[in-house]
């Protein structure tokens, strides 16, 4: 969230309550920005509370209403609609039954001696088992792009699934010069299914520490540490009988459980971390998730692609704003800079970094990833100092200030549980409706460097859907997509992009701060 300073501006200035906890979100970011109009503020859609509705899961989860999560059944259906995901048609009990990244294989349809910048290639994508028998059915999850290493160029290709074995992607031909395609495997279609089911259970894979402390005998001080997770819904609890405390957060609903103290009361809690992972496979679901089996580039056609200058321009000269939607793809890589298909974007040199911010309070709310967002403004703006606040510099919060232009800038890590997300959209919209003078930015997931029950793509895309269907209709908010710029970049995916990714991450958000 970026404010005006006090010291420059008689504008108000926005006070945000912590961010509530509305979807369950693995390592997800949020960001908010405010900017104070001056023609009269933003329009903002009214919001209708929808009415209450059971949802159920499945046998072994809780049920979720559409209304706990603050979505219309309409809306529910669509969401449902826009993340379905084929899954293989029988079942699977051996593992050479499931798809090969050794087999399935890729080629260029028709490919020409050259091409014109703007025009497409077609690929596509033929999935084997271990037995070299062509796939029946859909799910894989397959990753796809164009790139030209010399250039650091690329560009990601959207996978599109008939279902029935094969696999096409569209791959734009954006830069001068040559290219070559790269697909790789993520997760078989069978990995897909695991990750399913164990979304839509009530398994807890990630746990946390609860401490409590309080007085003890003859003075003393009693320090004691817990489990902690989240409640789904009423019957959603994670341990059976009178085992936890519970802690409501009126405002949203959400309850947060912990075991029950051996010695303190519940009252006693005053901070939570990250605890245990708990892996639900079994041996054969963890087979299929074997390294050898998972992000492995599959075999194709290598051949290079020839790309000629062409007189047609490619790309945008339309400001960044708020209502603007994410195209396929959503820019391109070249030279390391990110040329975006959304808007306008440019690059910022350090100074003109700190005029864009000049006499802004920015607000930084999100996870590790946000965190490099705020590390990245220290190095680059001028004159910029951290505060010793003596917190954790990895979980803050964080703040940073520049006298020179009054910028300060904030950072704080969203709420507990650490690893999740709830409520987001209804706070969004109570923040509109306070201030409809706010611009308010939300930052996609990326991809990310382990591909496991903990950390998957597929499961952060899936989220991305989710969160790009959520807040399209909410007037006043950008949806920046990262994810797109992380795929296809020629460095090794990391959850923590490396600096460059960053930098043209930083140069999208300040052209909606500051647009061209």
Known sequence: MVTPSEKKSNAPVCRLRPCALLQACLLWTLFCLAIWALNGGIHIKQFQPPRPKPVPRNNSSSIISAFDMGISDEEWQRLQKAIDWPIPDQEITHLSQSTSPVHSTFSIVGLKESYKVGEKISVIITARD??????????DYFKAKLFNAKLKASVYGEVVDHRNGTYSVALLLPWEGQAQVFV????????VQILKKYRESSFPRTHFSGYFEGPGPNKTRILEVVECNLKWGADGSWRKGDCCCEHKDIKTGTVWQCE??????????????????????????????TQNLTNVAIKGDKKIINILPSTAPIGTMEKCRSGMTTPVPAGFYLKDVWKSFVCNTRQ????????CLKNKIVYL??????RQWFEFLEIKVPGIKRMDLHTHPGGGPLMAVELKNNIIVHWRVHGVPLRFVAKIRQSVVELLSRAPETTVIIKSGNTAGLKNIYQSDWHMLQLNTVMQEMFRDIDGVIFVDVWQMTSCHYLREHIHPGPVIIGNEIDMLLSYVCPA
């Open 130 to 139: 271990h037995n070299k028998n062509l796939k029946r059915y859909g799910g």
């Open 184 to 191: 790789r495997l993520e997760h078989s279609s069978e990995v």
């Open 260 to 289: 029950r103290p051996k010695k303190l009361s519940c009252d006693k809690l005053v901070r939570h971390s990250g605890g245990r992972l708990e892996n639900p496979l079994n041996l054969f679901e963890q087979q299929l998730f």
């Open 348 to 355: 910022f040199s350090p100074a003109q970094m700190a005029n």
């Open 365 to 370: 709310m999100g996870d590790s990833t946000t």
